[in-house]
């Protein structure tokens, strides 16, 4: 198969999805494809690789931004050019964080307390909220993020409320809008969903312990920074409560072939999921690809089957 891997971007994740790209392009080889990769610096580039019928299936490897928030989904839909994930109205769910997690809450799935917060809006005013000493919780912890972003970026974890205003200042750099939310004491875990026939089933669980700190850009992208255990030492109860979150979220959000689902599992035992990934990272410390190798499966092996069910699925 004719296959463009779409990588690059304009966004602050720009290198890892270079990186993720590179991976990407050499599996992909590695099984038989044609492939180009081609880094996308602007939206409009993807209409000259794909026009006439050029550039055959896409497989994307933009991370955040519009490469995730649906708008190259979008575009990709409307020229018919098929392509590798979710359609563009779950990547536009699960980038804003606000609204996924307004969706889970419906469904029933757990998530943080928080409010969203515009830009513009000071540390007083947050400090001065009803719903603050709810959200504060037991932990006395608070997290700021900017609400459509990724890796990690713009994010802080705060003692207290002291530097709240420099925190929001920083979710800020990177989005207009802002989520102050408890933070949830216990153990960071992801899991990776794929689908075969349109029936999504659970990869094994990722634990993750950063060296320093919690699980921020530098923990995610330095080797060596963090340890991965998979799959998880879990109790099979609580493995299939954290399979049932993973996958109910997948599902809600509407997204097809694989995403990355990341959940804290607290200090009770329950899973509380942060958010969905439809266009997760594939470098070389990425986490899909270690959950495929816990599985047996090999990378190139695991992206044959998102190119296959992708084709296979169809998008809403």
């Not at 995730?68 to 098929?82: F, Y």
């Amino acid at each position: 198969m004719k296959i463009t891997v779409l990588c690059g971007g304009e966004g602050p994740e720009r290198e890892v999805s270079l990186r993720s790209g590179a991976a990407v392009s050499a599996a992909l080889s590695g099984q038989g494809h044609e492939v180009v990769c081609a880094d996308i610096q602007r939206k409009n580039d993807i209409f000259s690789l794909f026009r006439d019928g050029r550039g055959g299936f896409a497989f994307i490897a933009l991370h955040g931004g519009w490469g995730e928030d649906g708008t190259l989904q979008a575009a990709l839909e409307m020229m018919g050019v098929p392509f590798s994930g979710s359609g563009h109205s779950a990547c536009a769910l699960a980038m804003d964080k606000t609204a996924s997690k307004a969706l889970f809450r419906w469904k029933g799935i757990d998530v943080p307390k928080g409010i969203e917060v515009c830009r513009g809006t000071t540390a007083r005013e947050i400090m001065e909220s009803s719903r603050l000493p709810s959200i504060l919780g037991k932990s006395g912890k608070l997290v700021v993020k900017p609400c459509c972003s990724g890796s990690t970026v713009g994010v802080s974890i705060l003692e207290g409320t002291d530097l709240l205003g420099e925190a929001l200042q920083e979710a800020f750099r990177f989005d207009s809008r802002a989520l102050v939310e408890e933070f949830i004491p216990g153990r960071e875990l992801t899991v990776t969903v794929q689908e075969e026939n349109g029936i999504p089933s659970c990869l094994p669980v990722i634990e993750i312990q950063p060296s320093m700190g919690f699980y921020d850009y530098a923990s995610k992208y330095t080797p060596g920074a963090s340890e991965y255990i998979v799959p998880a030492p879990l109790s099979e109860f609580v493995h299939r409560r954290v399979e049932k979150a993973s996958l109910e979220a997948h599902t809600s959000l509407g997204c097809r072939a694989y995403s990355r689902v990341d959940l804290r599992l607290g200090d009770d035992g329950f899973p509380v999921v942060l958010e969905v990934n439809t266009v997760p990272g594939m470098t070389a410390t990425s986490l899909v690809p270690k959950a495929a190798a816990a599985a047996g499966i090999s990378f190139g092996s695991f992206l044959d089957r998102v190119v296959e069910n992708s084709l296979r699925n169809g998008r809403p």
